[in-house]
């Protein structure tokens, strides 16, 4: 089932065949009753404007994630630009196939979508074509890519970040113009202030923060309970958990050291760990972009917890590269052979950090990535390999699905960011499609 709450317009004017146009229309409903959470439709195709508006007026105000616009016969620019009049969201555009050829042009749905296209390409509003019939494989995966990436488009729009203290010294690419990234992407950032945290957490009565305690011991081996690290990391949790619901936050992006070493007396890795386990992803070393990467790629797989990691190191015979961080990773990332294990910083010697490999399998690689001339994506492929755990911390070595030296090359020649967003599973073109509908330039190695 997709998660998706669909606004299906089937458009089409009497003079085309209305009877197979009909019948389009109720194969179309069929299959998306029959596949998305939700799907507000017409009892009949929509002909004229008077009935596209009486069928609009009372929707206007649900929430929706997609127009799945269906030119089933030839229609002019003005239905789709009376619906942007009622709903903002973005636009799926769909033409089916001519019933026949020879004779008379029963449908000319084609035109009718290609008229749309450009009504919406010319108002600057996000959308996809597809064209296919309802009863089509291709077109049933296209459509269900379709409604993952317009669902996460607007989840972007909505997107609020909190940014719990500013970047590290010297980790430029952590940081983000708000005004830019609102414009570009239409994500905000509520600032909360690390210092302060740090002081109030530790006031917080023990019944408020054991919870967290509870909750890590549910999936965390090794797991010592009277360590004061694990106390320190119960109360930071509840603490910035507050904010979270206060402010409504979707993801965090968290400045990590020194100040937790130095000032709490531990690591932030666990407190990294498990609320990107738990569906709240939050990006190290307070990497903005970073965040948004692993917010991308978590809504995309329907909730598979991302994974951030630095690219440290490249074995040219297995044409693959480790991907590494000092001690955060989501618990079911964990290789099945340990588990999510307690560790401590690896650096740092202070607990409480995770210190286990991450499992096998298919593997996306992502970076919503900032240079001079503004944003752009960066899309990669590969398998995470079953093998010992690489370094201490959390770690994975990933074969690539290209060459990986001119890879690497290449990556450091467009200077890309050192923080690679990663989820298990293959959303490789729906990560493609976002960045077109986004206007952003996509490198892409596949």
Not at 187 to 194: E, R, Y
Not at 214 to 243: M, N, P, W
Not at 382 to 399: I, Y
């Amino acid at each position: 089932m997709i998660n998706s709450a669909v606004l299906y317009l089937p458009i089409g004017r009497k003079t085309f065949d209305m009877e197979v146009a009909e019948r389009y229309r109720d194969q179309s409903l069929k299959w998306l009753e029959e596949s998305c959470q939700t799907v507000l439709a017409p009892k009949q195709i929509i002909s004229s404007i008077e009935e596209l508006e009486e069928f609009l007026e009372p929707l206007k105000s649900i929430e929706i994630d997609t127009i799945l616009y269906q030119s089933v016969t030839f229609a002019d620019g003005e239905f789709m630009v009376k619906a942007l009049e009622y709903f903002k969201e973005p636009v799926i555009v769909w033409s089916v196939r001519e019933p026949s050829v020879g004779g008379r042009l029963r449908l000319n749905s084609l035109t009718g979508g290609n008229s749309t296209c450009n009504v919406l390409k010319n108002h600057q509003h996000p959308f996809s074509f597809v064209f296919g019939n309802p009863d089509e494989e291709e077109l049933q995966k296209r459509l269900r890519q379709q409604f993952d990436v317009m669902r996460v488009l607007k989840k972007l729009r909505e997107l609020k970040i909190g940014v719990v203290g500013d970047y590290p010294p010297g980790f430029f690419f952590s940081d983000a113009n708000e005004e830019e990234l609102q414009r570009a992407l239409g994500v905000s950032l509520h600032k909360i202030d690390l210092q302060e945290a740090f002081k109030k957490c530790v006031e917080l009565p023990e019944e408020e923060w054991v919870g967290e305690i509870d909750r890590a011991a549910k999936q965390v081996v090794g797991l010592k309970r009277d360590d004061e690290t694990v106390k320190k990391f119960a109360q930071f949790s509840t603490y910035i958990k507050k904010h979270i619901k206060k402010e409504e936050l979707k993801s965090l992006a968290m400045r990590c050291w020194p100040d937790f070493f130095n000032e709490l007396g531990a690591a932030p890795c666990s407190t990294l760990s498990q609320f990107t386990e738990d569906g709240m992803v939050t990006s190290c070393e307070s990497d903005i972009h970073g965040s948004i990467s692993m917010f991308v790629l978590r809504e995309l797989t329907g909730g598979n917890a991302p994974y951030l990691g630095d690219l440290v190191h490249v074995n040219e015979d297995k044409n693959s590269v480790v991907f590494w961080h000092c001690g955060a990773g989501a618990y079911s990332l964990a290789h099945p052979s340990t588990g999510a294990t307690a560790g401590v910083h690896p650096n740092r010697k202070i607990g409480l950090a995770m210190d286990f490999g991450l499992k096998p399998g298919e593997v996306t690689i992502f970076r919503v990535s900032h240079y001079p001339d503004g944003y752009r994506l960066l899309v990669m492929k590969g398998s995470a390999l079953d093998v010992e755990q690489p370094f201490s911390g959390t770690s994975v070595e990933v074969e690539l699905s290209t060459e990986v030296t001119s890879t690497v090359y290449e990556l450091m020649h467009e200077g890309f960011e050192p923080h690679y967003a990663l989820v298990y599973g293959d959303v490789t073109k729906q990560l493609i499609e976002l960045g077109r509908i986004l206007g952003l330039e996509t490198k892409v190695f596949l």
